[in-house]
């Protein structure tokens, strides 16, 4: 049996920054990864070019049931260490939009880069390693399919359950209620939104078409584009919003944010009452949403014979169209996972449970979820970096 500093379950974005950070202070890290490929999410990332952090990182930009629990951790180590790490290793990058930095190149560089970190630090690295069962006394005993491993100190770095295809499991809440930390149920987060009925009927009419919006749910809301679907709706402001919603929740959409459409409407029937109501919206959002939403029955006829009540109607529908999704496309589409396990088990400053020394959760598996656009990155590396230097 192999006795190491500490053992790291789950070789992910999380997982590889505790081991290369451990391993730079000299600890003998064992990284456990289940699959044959470690950080199988960092390749697919990003449309392949990994988003792996924002500018604008802070922490009112990440959910939590403590939302000041984030703030250590994302201060010790900010997005621009980890800028700094990618620049000293020559990998080019740029902002696409929002803060959000991407690779030039391919999500590849980021995980060779973190590898050769890894190696340089003297990690252990077994992949295609299944963990069977921990136990705990003085120490940890981690069992495997393909041997035993003993550690003073052990990471829960497995992530959440979103993509089970690649491999996600519920390891780590499963682990860490074995030792009493209690698990927030976990959801789906950064994930399109199913409709029914009527709202369905219109959303595959409008499948494909995309545009500027701004998605609200209670308090919360998010202006970017949204996108019609066959299912229902997606595009980055659902996807933000969709972190926010729960089954039964209404969504509040404005579809023209920057229009004050009532008084457009006004205006052309008074200048242009000859135009046909379509071709008049068609000058502010995408011909068939036009279509689509003010119907073929008024769309084709002039504008001045559409009384005002069903103008008004028509830039109601624009500017606070609600509706009550049935439900989300779940965990094979979810970039993240909302909840998970408890901060208030935790450490802020070294991500160690409280009760049981030497039990460290880092990443995703923890209850803290960013936003879209490099946050929830950016908050594998930083609490992968405060457990790295505290086991
Ligand atoms: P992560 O899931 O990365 O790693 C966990 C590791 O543990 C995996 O290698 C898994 O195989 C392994 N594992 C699981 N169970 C195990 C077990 N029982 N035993 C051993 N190993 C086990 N975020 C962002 O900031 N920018 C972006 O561009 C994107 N893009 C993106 C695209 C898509 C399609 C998805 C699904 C997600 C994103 N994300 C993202 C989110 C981001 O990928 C995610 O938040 C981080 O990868 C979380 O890092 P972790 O290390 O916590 O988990």
Not at 176 to 204: H, M, N, Q, S
């Amino acid at each position: 049996m192999e006795s190491f500093d500490a053992v790291i379950v789950g070789a992910g974005a999380a997982g590889l920054m505790c081991a290369m950070t451990a391993g730079n202070r000299g600890r003998r890290v064992l990284l456990l990864e289940h699959s044959e490929q470690a950080g199988a999410k960092i390749l697919i990332s990003g449309g392949g070019r990994c988003n792996f952090t924002n500018l604008e990182i802070a922490p009112e930009r990440f959910l939590s049931a403590n939302p000041h629990f984030c703030k250590s951790a994302l201060s010790r180590y900010t997005q621009h260490d980890f800028i700094a790490l990618v620049e000293r290793h020559g990998i080019r990058y740029h902002e696409k939009t929002l803060g959000q930095l991407f690779c030039d190149g391919s999500a590849r560089e980021i995980l060779a880069m973190l590898l050769a970190e890894c190696a340089a630090a003297r990690v252990d690295l077994l992949t295609g390693h299944s963990v069977t069962e921990i136990t705990r006394a003085d120490r940890f005993r981690i069992e495997t399919n393909k041997g035993s491993f003993v550690a003073p100190a052990l990471v829960l770095a497995t992530g959440g359950l979103s993509i089970p295809k690649m491999g996600a499991t519920g390891f780590a809440y499963e682990t860490a209620r074995r030792f009493d930390l209690a698990v927030i149920e976990p959801r789906p987060g950064l994930v399109p939104l199913k409709v029914t009925g009527e709202t369905l009927e219109l959303c595959k009419a409008l499948a494909g078409v995309s545009v500027d919006a701004i998605a609200s749910c209670g308090r919360d809301s998010f202006r970017e584009n949204i996108l019609f679907t066959h299912r229902g709706l997606s595009g980055p402001a659902i996807l933000q919003i969709s972190s926010y919603w729960r089954d039964g929740d209404m969504l509040l959409l404005n579809l023209a944010p920057s229009l004050d459409i009532e008084n457009l409407l006004a205006d052309r029937k008074r200048t242009r009452p000859k135009a046909e109501l379509k071709t008049v919206l068609a000058e502010v959002i995408p011909t068939r949403l036009a279509h689509a939403l003010a119907g073929t029955a008024v769309s084709n006829i002039p504008i001045a014979n559409v009384p005002d009540r069903v103008l008004l109607q028509l830039a109601n529908r624009l500017k606070r169209w609600q509706l009550k999704p049935s439900g989300s496309e779940g965990w094979p589409k979810a970039e993240v996972t909302v909840c998970g396990i408890d901060t208030a088990a935790l450490s802020s400053k070294t991500m160690e449970s409280r009760s049981v020394p030497g039990l460290f959760a880092i990443g995703e598996a923890v209850d803290v979820t960013g936003w879209l656009g490099g946050y929830n990155f950016q908050w594998a590396w930083s609490s992968g970096w405060c457990a790295g230097n505290a086991v």
